[in-house]
């Protein structure tokens, strides 16, 4: 069984960053896959980044060149950076773990679990 919680969300102007950390708890951890994902109020959840036991990243388009997966194996650690942040970004976002070796996981059905959320709100 796999543990994720999710913390660093927050209230942030446009323009601004935030970084997002993504605890987990478990051996196997070095070896899952990472996914974030959002979803916005009226919204369903989306894929937003991704990345493998190796560290090779994905990116969603609407947030390529603006925000970094990254992980901490030896912390058990997930993070999102989060720059630039509009408006249009304003979700809670979501870290999980796949089982899955590929880079490109953008369902959230090849994720087994799920953290709790943050909210990040981006005001204009």
């Known amino acids: 069984q796999i543990q994720l919680v999710e913390s660093g969300g927050g209230l942030v102007q446009a323009g601004g960053s935030l970084r997002l950390s993504c605890a987990g708890a478990?051996?196997?951890?070095?070896?899952?896959?990472m996914g974030w994902f959002r979803q916005a109020p009226g919204k369903e959840r989306e894929f937003v980044a991704a990345?493998?036991?190796?560290?090779?990243?994905y990116y969603h388009d609407s947030v390529n060149g603006r925000f970094t997966a990254s992980r901490e194996n030896a912390k058990v650690t997930a993070y999102l950076q989060m720059n630039s942040l509009e408006p249009e970004d304003t979700a809670i976002y979501y870290c999980?773990?796949?089982?899955?070796?590929?880079?490109?996981?953008?369902?959230?059905?090849?994720?087994?679990?799920w953290g709790q959320g943050t909210q990040v709100t981006v005001s204009s």
């Open positions: 999980a773990a796949s089982r899955l070796s590929g880079l490109g996981l953008t369902a959230e059905g090849e994720y087994l679990y």
């Open positions: 478990g051996r196997s951890f070095p070896s899952l896959s």
């Open positions: 990345i493998n036991w190796s560290g090779r990243t």
